[in-house]
């Protein structure tokens, strides 16, 4: 059964940054493509950052140049590191796997960027 753990949400200043986590079980890791999505309130769940099936990395326009996507596969783990963060960027924040043509979704973990 494949369960996906987000964790390091939180409150922070304008200009600050955070480092969220998902643990991935369940799963040969090394085979997913692993991504991060947000949703903001009243709005549609979109794509923060993700690999590709080759392996590259696609961001969203908003987050380029701000935000890190990497993973561990030692760990079962994906990153987004997310720097110069703006009050837009406050959301929940899910991870996504595919995994066996299949998608899973984190419970999510809340940002909040006070400017």
């Known amino acids: 059964q494949v369960q996906l753990v987000e964790s390091g949400g939180g409150l922070v200043q304008a200009g600050g940054s955070l480092r969220l986590s998902c643990v991935a079980t369940g799963m040969l890791f090394r085979t997913a493509i692993m991504g991060w999505y947000r949703q903001a309130p009243g709005k549609q769940r979109d794509l923060v950052a993700t690999f590709t099936v080759n392996g590259a990395t696609n961001y969203a326009d908003s987050v380029r140049g701000r935000f890190t996507l990497s993973q561990d596969n030692d760990k079962n783990t994906v990153y987004l590191q997310m720097n110069s963060l703006k009050f837009e960027d406050t959301a929940v924040y899910f991870c996504?796997?595919?995994?066996?043509?299949?998608?899973?979704w984190g419970q999510g973990t809340q940002v909040t960027v006070s400017s």
């Open positions: 996504r796997a595919i995994y066996n043509l299949r998608q899973y």
